[in-house]
């Protein structure tokens, strides 16, 4: 990843490019595509394209980024929520069933069936 980020810097786009993609290939079978690291070098390609003024294809890829972790905070959000309301409000509180319910809403839509459907029942 350093000799990536060194070769971009630079300017040698092309090969920092390919190095990119291959680390990006070990760290999304590794570690997942929802995991930081491979946000991170995802980060640097849609760079290096736009360095490249490949404008289209790095727009695309900061857009898919950018969703990544606004679905991954929000659902951290939620289950930080429902910690706090749940020690101080009570599980059974109409607010906390809410947030609950909310974040299996969430769960599902991910296709977290399995997760979703013990919330769901909680509720």
């Known amino acids: 990843n350093n000799l990536a980020f060194v070769l971009k810097e630079q300017g040698k786009y092309e090969e920092s490019l390919k190095l990119f993609e291959q680390i990006l290939k070990v760290q999304q079978s590794t570690l997942g595509s929802q995991h930081p690291s491979s946000l991170s070098t995802q980060h640097n390609l849609a760079s290096i394209l736009q360095h490249q003024g490949k404008y289209e294809e790095s727009l695309k890829l900061f857009e898919q980024i950018l969703k990544v972790q606004q679905s991954t905070l929000g659902l951290k959000l939620f289950e930080q929520v429902l910690k706090v309301q749940q020690s101080s409000l009570g599980s059974q509180h109409p607010s906390t069933l809410t ?25």
Not at 104 to 114: R, V
Request: net charge negative; no cysteine.
């Open 99 to 123: 947030t609950q319910y909310n974040l299996a809403s969430i769960l599902q839509h991910q296709g977290k069936y399995e997760e979703s459907s013990k919330l769901f029942e909680q509720v």
